[in-house]
Structures are given as structure tokens and as C-alpha cells.
């Protein structure tokens, strides 16, 4: 069993796959196995990859080649990639982005050893034509983390990739992304990673570089789509936390979040009333003034007023 699976979901990413698979194939003194999950991909994403391989003889056994017979989406890729891991840690990598330096797997797996927690957050730089923006991992308390998350506050990125997850989460509490959710699955199933978790930890390098310039990839291709996903999305995480013995304690992050999630459809030029009765139920009204100020900022659908009080409430 190597220590670590490296688990990648491929679809239309011909121009991007192969840099993706040198940075891992490259990587050094880290026991870890590769799995792709082909996602039905239309174009020669595979045939790249096969070719990277070639270039790499050494690494042909520890790497797989998983195939989806028609295109499920990213959500079931992933899920695909987890049941076939073998790894004590999983670690999802995108297939249009690249890990920053050939010891950034072993340098996370370091941390997992020295530490011995279920999640270790690496930091990671968004790459853009403008250029590359250093984000720096959040501080490793889980409760601080957690907060974050749920508020969507986004002091805590909604992400899996560049992560080292712990495998037995997923298979001692069957923690999945919900069947046909291809957007913001990550915030439900890390969310409840980390609640999950005893301990995370987190090494403040940038070992990612996370690609924002891929027309192609689901953030920027943002639909009413993505704004329904993000809506189900925040309905499951509600859910899930709503069965807890302590969801007083999370109640007033989410339903914080269930305010920044309106305010982020009404950023993509969605009108946040066609989503409030799917949002908020009777038991999700906004607590304290400050929530009812942001709800009723909300209800006017003017941007910077909503901007403005958003930032106010989110700074609290």
C-alpha cells in the first residue's frame, strides 16, 4: 500500500495534461501512485498522458488509467478515483494545474507523518495571465477552519486539490460528494472532512499553482447551472450539520453562508429571490442584526450596497 494517492480527473485538457503529469511524475522521495480518471474526454487528453508516461519509464507501474464509459462530471470522476485508491492519504490534483516543485509531495507527506493528522493543507498560487498570487494555507485549527467554511467567507478556499486527506475518512463515514453535483462539491465534502478530522496541519509553501486561465474548466464557465450546484451544495452541507449534536454551534456560520451564497449569484447576474425559498427555510432565518441587515441588502439586488454590507458582516 504506498503511502500516498495522487488522484486526477481528466476531461477536455489536451493543452494542459501534459505539464500536469510531468510536475507529477517528476516528483521525489514520496511513495505514491497515480490514478487518472478518464471522464469520456472528447478530445486527445489520454493520448497526452500516455505520451508524458512514455517519457517517465520508472513511474509506468505506479500509474493507472481509469475510464468513464460516458461523462458523469468531476464529482463522480473524483469518486471514481477515491474507491480505486490504495494510499494512507489521497491528494486530488486537477488536470489543468501543476505541483510547484518536484518535492511537494514529500514535503507534505513529512508533515502527515510528523504530525499524524487526517488533513494537511498546502498553500498554492492562482496563475493568470496578470500573473501568479501567492494564497497562504489557513491556520491549522480545525474549529477556526471549519467557520470558515460554512460562512463561505472564503478565508478557507473551497477546494480538494492540494490537499493530503487521510483515506479513512471516506471509508469510515462514507463522505461523499452528492451523485450529480459537478459544482462546489468540494465545499460539501471538505467541510465535512473537516469536521470529521482530529487534527489538520498545514505547510505555508506554495506547492500548487492552480490554473485560472483554462476557459475550459468549470470556474470559468459559470451558468445558472453552477448557481443551482452551489445552491443543492449548501442545502447538503445544511443538512448534514443540521444532524449533529452540535449544530447550535454551526448554526449562525451557516446560515451566514447561506447569505454569501446569495450574494454570489447575485455577482453572476442572478437574481438571488429566485433562489431564497431553496436557501432559507423557517429554521434558516438570519441571526442577529447584522444577518437581517445583509438579508435585507440582499432583497435590493443593488451590487455595491450588497458588497459593502457583505464586507461588514464578514469582517465581524
Keep these: 500500500m504506498p503511502d500516498l494517492s495522487v488522484l486526477v480527473p481528466v476531461y477536455g485538457v489536451e493543452r494542459y495534461i501534459a505539464d500536469c503529469a510531468r510536475s507529477l511524475f517528476a516528483q521525489r ?3 505514491a501512485e497515480f490514478v487518472f480518471v478518464d471522464d469520456a474526454s472528447p478530445d486527445g487528453s489520454v493520448d497526452r498522458l500516455r505520451e508524458v508516461m512514455a517519457e517517465y519509464p520508472a513511474v509506468g507501474e505506479r500509474v493507472r488509467i481509469l475510464r468513464h464509459a460516458h461523462n458523469r462530471g468531476v464529482g463522480a470522476a473524483r469518486r471514481t478515483a477515491i474507491e480505486a485508491a490504495r494510499g494512507t492519504y ?14 511537494a509531495l514529500a514535503q507534505l507527506s513529512e508533515e502527515a507523518r510528523r504530525t499524524d493528522a487526517d488533513l494537511i493543507f498546502g498553500g498554492y498560487c492562482e496563475v493568470s495571465p496578470a ?3 501567492r494564497i497562504h494555507t489557513p491556520r491549522p485549527d480545525r474549529d477556526r477552519v471549519l467557520r470558515s467554511l460554512l460562512r463561505q467567507d472564503y478565508r478557507t478556499s473551497n477546494r480538494l486539490w492540494g490537499i493530503l ?3 479513512a475518512l471516506h471509508t469510515r463515514y462514507g463522505v461523499w460528494p452528492a451523485a450529480g453535483l459537478n459544482f462546489a462539491e468540494d465545499y460539501v465534502l471538505l467541510s465535512q472532512l473537516v469536521y470529521r478530522a482530529a487534527r489538520i496541519a498545514a505547510v ?51 446560515t451566514l453562508g447561506k447569505l454569501n451564497v446569495a450574494k454570489w449569484i447575485l455577482m453572476r447576474g442572478f437574481s438571488p429571490s429566485d433562489y431564497r425559498m431553496r436557501l432559507f427555510t423557517s429554521d434558516d432565518a438570519p441571526i442577529g442584526l447584522a444577518q437581517r441587515l445583509y438579508a435585507a441588502a440582499l432583497r435590493t439586488e443593488r451590487l455595491p450596497l450588497v458588497r459593502a454590507v457583505a464586507a461588514a458582516v464578514n469582517a465581524l
Design 29 to 31: 522521495d514520496v511513495d
Design 90 to 103: 489521497i491528494c486530488f490534483v486537477d488536470s489543468d494545474d501543476v505541483l510547484s516543485d518536484d518535492r
Design 204 to 254: 505555508d509553501r506554495p506547492f500548487y499553482a492552480y490554473r485560472t486561465a483554462n476557459a475550459g474548466s468549470c470556474m470559468n464557465t459559470l451558468t445558472r447551472r453552477s448557481a443551482d450546484a452551489y445552491v443543492e451544495a449548501n442545502r447538503v452541507v445544511t443538512d448534514f450539520f443540521r444532524a449533529q449534536p452540535d449544530f447550535e454551534r454551526w448554526r449562525p456560520a451557516l
Design 165 to 167: 486527506i487521510r483515506r
Design 131 to 133: 500573473g501568479r498570487r
